[in-house]
């Protein structure tokens, strides 16, 4: 398994578990929606409820469980990446200066031959994702291993192919590095 972690803050972003593909200076992390139960009353801890002859059907939440469910994003949900809102587009803007200035400033100490091509790929992902339509519909996420925001946002967006709509998750290419576990 190859885990991508944040260069700036080592925070785990995302697995090969999902279809990984490059574009552009981006993986683009392919998600689908589904819905997790966080339902911890019925863990297997050998005990035999059935057993027991004073053993009732006492709801989860009574018994101190957590009961409810999560729906969303894969890549978001299990991944746990922390929603954040940019009140509009230009605080947006100067985060992600900040953060390409950070970033060129690693990737000139580790690939200094990289430099030019990633202020590229900033360039056209600048154009292409931060027009107020299309910027509108994006959703930004942290890790929750990053509570100072000090790293990359993923950036969730939806695509349709063959007519069907998909969500996908972004994240800037020099950004990211690479753990075998």
Do not use: W
């Not at 966080?38 to 801890?45: A, E, L, P, Q, V």
């Not at 059907?57 to 969303?72: K, N, R, V, Y």
């Amino acid at each position: 398994m190859i885990i991508y972690k944040d260069v700036l803050t080592g925070a785990e972003l995302f697995t090969d578990a999902y279809s990984v593909t490059e574009e552009d200076g981006l993986y683009i992390v392919r998600g689908k929606h589904i819905t997790v139960s966080t339902d911890t009353s019925n863990i297997d801890i050998g005990a035999n409820a059935s057993q027991d002859p004073d053993a009732e059907d006492i709801p989860a939440d009574e018994l101190g469980g957590d009961a409810h469910t999560q729906s969303g994003v894969d890549v978001i949900i299990l991944n746990k990446l922390v929603k954040q809102e940019f009140g509009e587009r230009k605080q947006y803007m100067d985060h992600l200066k900040a953060y390409f200035h950070q970033l060129k400033q690693y990737v000139n100490k580790v690939t200094p031959k990289r430099v030019e091509d990633m202020e590229k790929d900033l360039n056209n992902f600048v154009k292409k994702y931060t027009k107020s339509k299309v910027f509108k519909n994006l959703e930004f996420y942290t890790s929750q291993d990053d509570p100072e925001f000090e790293g990359m946002y993923a950036i969730l967006d939806y695509r349709e192919e063959d007519g069907n709509e998909y969500p996908c998750v972004m994240f800037f290419k020099d950004g990211v590095t690479q753990v075998k576990c």
